[in-house]
């Protein structure tokens, strides 16, 4: 599949995804290597592109470089963001108790600590996806 076709199967992916707001993000490819641009108003519309893009037949990795961006006055502070993502944590019930924690900086969150398998970190990842008001995730969870 030639990288102009590539690209034309990612631009139609992120366009069928309803969380995306497709253009806003622009698209390139090399050798198939996707590189994502732009920005979103959400982290899970991020992390969408990046699914829709990985989905591509001819995708042989993905560059993101989408950013998150939000008005000053939906910013919700570091404490907030942390707090909801200590209590998104707790009430998953696949997870252990107390297993991961949770560090807020600048509307980034970091998850570290250590789980039985690499579903739970997955879990762990996508479940902060939920939070309004995120900017991106550092995922350093270890798996026993």
């Given amino acids: 599949m030639t990288d102009r076709a590539v690209r034309q199967a990612v631009i139609d992916a992120l366009a069928s995804d309803p969380r995306i707001d497709a253009p806003q993000v622009g698209v390139a490819v090399d050798d198939g290597i996707v590189t994502l641009t732009g920005h979103v108003a959400r982290y899970a519309a991020r992390e969408a592109a990046e699914a829709a893009a990985r989905r591509v037949c001819g995708v042989r990795g993905v560059v993101v470089q989408v950013a998150v961006r939000l008005p000053a006055a939906q910013?919700?502070?570091?404490?907030?963001?942390?707090?909801?993502?200590?209590l998104i944590l707790r009430w998953t019930m696949t997870l252990p108790p107390d297993a991961i924690r949770v560090?807020?900086?600048?509307g980034w969150i970091t998850l570290t600590g250590t789980v039985a398998g690499p579903s739970q970190k997955s879990e762990a990842q996508a479940a902060m996806a939920t939070i309004p008001g995120l900017l991106g995730l550092i995922n350093l969870i270890d798996v026993a």
Wanted: no cysteine.
């Fill in 103 to 106: 560090k807020a900086r600048e």
């Fill in 75 to 86: 910013r919700p502070r570091d404490e907030d963001l942390a707090r909801r993502a200590d």
